[in-house]
């Protein structure tokens, strides 16, 4: 009985603080964003510097939509895979297609309806957005490959791109590769990156 009360009091305890964090995120860094947003509108109405007025709304946009996905998170508590899988399918589509011009191919196969708890779906997004944003940056590719399993608690992803590549031993040292590690051993998932001048591609797998 003690052990069942200290788990629902532990249980409320981390809603709570969920529902904080969120509360601060929207009310601080949402209001900020804003703020920033108004400013470059009234900015490009006198400004010639249009390429780099585009390239700043461009990152403040995605500030804001990063936010929102986050806050969307830790309001949601514990999502469905099926939620999940949507979330990464809709970013995938905006950021490849719509911003970047990479063609994408998106598949899943999920066997069932697997739950994960915010800590869990929180870290594996941050490390799929790195996964986009470095293809987008320093790829050069034109196609791009992401599939998706969930069997039982065994979860997996593969993401591919026909890009130049990198060395992954002299390059698997920066910050971005260094924090998708470290979210990765967080979950308990394991990370393995092979890359070529052929392209790159990126396995995690886990039992969540």
């Known amino acids: 009985r003690k052990d069942r009360n200290y788990l629902k009091q532990l249980y409320e ?13 929207h009310d601080n860094m949402g209001a900020y964003t804003t703020s920033l947003l108004a400013q470059i509108d009234t900015i490009e109405s006198t400004s010639t510097n249009h390429i780099a007025l585009h390239n700043l709304r461009h990152d403040a946009e995605n500030i ?24 990464l399918q809709q970013y995938a589509q905006k950021q490849l297609g719509t911003n970047a011009g990479i063609a994408l191919r998106f598949e899943d196969h999920l ?12 870290n594996l997004y941050r490390i799929y957005q790195e996964i986009l944003q470095n293809i987008i940056k320093h790829s050069k590719a034109s196609n791009v490959s992401i599939q998706l ?11 591919t791109d026909n890009g130049t ?19 990765a051993k967080e979950i308990a998932c394991v990370l393995e990156i092979l890359s070529s001048e052929k392209g790159t591609s990126i396995h995690l797998a886990g039992n969540l």
């Open 13 to 25: 305890s981390q809603e709570k603080e969920r529902t904080r964090i969120s509360k601060d995120l």
């Open 111 to 122: 066997k069932n309806d697997l739950i994960l708890s915010p800590g869990t779906s929180l």
């Open 149 to 159: 399993a969930c069997e039982g608690t065994q979860f997996k992803w593969t993401i």
């Open 165 to 183: 590549g990198f060395d992954v031993v002299s390059d698997g040292s920066t910050s971005g590769l260094e924090n998708m590690r470290y979210r």
């Open 64 to 87: 804001m939509a990063t936010l929102r996905e986050t806050i969307w998170i830790l309001k949601s508590g514990a999502i469905s895979i099926f939620q999940f899988k949507e979330l």
